[in-house]
């Protein structure tokens, strides 16, 4: 059996405050809802306004809170290059951010980050679970990961797979991750020729 998962249009997903917020902001509002959670072409965007909420309650200093507000848009790169080294040249690494400051930009971005993670593997999981296969050793699920966001992205891999052992490993559901080049491509000709 194979599973060609694509879910970037689910829309029952709850989203929050600050998700909706993001949405309003996008050509495609009210489209694309899931992916908009996970997607590392809009984790940036989630970030960002996760960190005009905090400055909005006073959670910045009044520096650090005037340069978040003023920003229309962040780069999930940004993001990421700066829970890689939080250290480097950034727009995070300015006299309008103190310690405290970039302490919280760390706290927020990652915790966008392990949202992802947690969405994608209850997104992968419930498959796996619905299939009934993988409960051998002998025959786990194999599960074809794809993206460059997923294997780039401070910590969202191995979340994913640690959060991916909790749901499936719970269940007594054994399972492989893999990376396979252009899986999409090759994902959908299996699908096709499984039909």
Wanted: some cysteine; proline content about 4%.
């Amino acid at each position: 059996m194979a599973i060609n998962l694509e879910s970037g249009a689910f829309a029952k997903c709850p989203r929050t405050d600050i998700d909706l917020a993001f949405d309003a902001t996008m050509p495609s509002e009210g489209k694309q809802k899931f992916e908009k959670m996970i997607s590392g072409g809009y984790l940036g965007g989630v970030g960002l306004y996760a960190m005009k909420a905090a400055a909005a309650e006073g959670l910045f200093s009044a520096t650090a809170a005037g340069q978040v507000t003023a920003w229309e848009e962040l780069e999930t790169k940004t993001m990421d290059d700066f829970l890689w080294n939080p250290y480097r040249e950034s727009i995070f690494n300015t006299p309008d951010f103190n310690d405290e400051d970039r302490e919280l930009v760390m706290c927020i971005t990652a915790a966008v980050i392990r949202r992802a993670a947690l969405l994608v593997a209850i997104n992968v999981a419930a498959p796996a679970i619905k299939s009934g296969a993988g409960m051998s050793p002998l025959h786990p699920v194999c599960v074809v990961m794809d993206g460059s966001t997923y294997y780039k992205t401070n910590n969202l891999k191995s979340m994913t797979e640690a959060y991916l052992r909790q749901i499936l490993g719970s269940r007594g559901i054994f399972f492989d991750t893999i990376q396979v080049d252009e899986a999409p491509v090759i994902g959908a000709a299996v699908a096709g020729l499984t039909v």
